[in-house]
């Protein structure tokens, strides 16, 4: 996706297009979020986007420090079931705090979607995980950043898919590649017949281990 101001304003996203909107980077690329239930609320000093981050070991903490070098997000909550980890977390975030502590820790994320308040859910979970609370979020009217891979099998990534189409929000899957200029362009001349049709696809592991494995 293009990439906009850091600092953008969601009353001024408002006042352009007719929906809530706000910008946040995430893993090198830029997830930009319009329409929520709280689309109402944007008031003054809480023209800001709110976030949960769902999963708080490894990834999960990217997208923690991700989020909160936002100036108009506020990290909102952090949810994961296990009581050492959320403790952790929390822990780790009051002693970065600057101000008052307004995150909250939740140990399932449908306490979060609860909030009508939340816009967004970032999802950083266990791999089994990214579908079912893709379309949780959905259902809750929650635009989603979620990481790779989506699903499991085809047909769950169609119910993610129809769920998006139902409900509206924006989902953004965490395939940033796909989103680069090269690829883009490269996807584009196969599309339109400038290069020759793709017979056999070629991959290469950069594992060390991988290799000397393949090696013995």
Known sequence: MSQTNNSINRRQILKQTGVAAAAGWMAGSQLIITGTKASGQINGANDRVRIAV?????RGQSHIGGWRGQKNVELAYVVDPASKVLANTMNSLEKRATDK???QGVDDIRKALDDDSLDAISIATPNHWHSLMTIWAAQAGKHVYVEKPMSHDIEEGRVVVAAQKKYGVVIQHGT???????IAGLHEALKSGKLPRLKSPMATAANRD???????
Do not use: K, P, Y
């Open 101 to 103: 502590l307004v995150t």
């Open 54 to 58: 769902a999963g708080l070991n490894g």
């Open 176 to 182: 940033q590649r796909r989103s680069d200029a090269g």
């Open 210 to 216: 991988r290799e000397s494995a393949l090696n013995r």
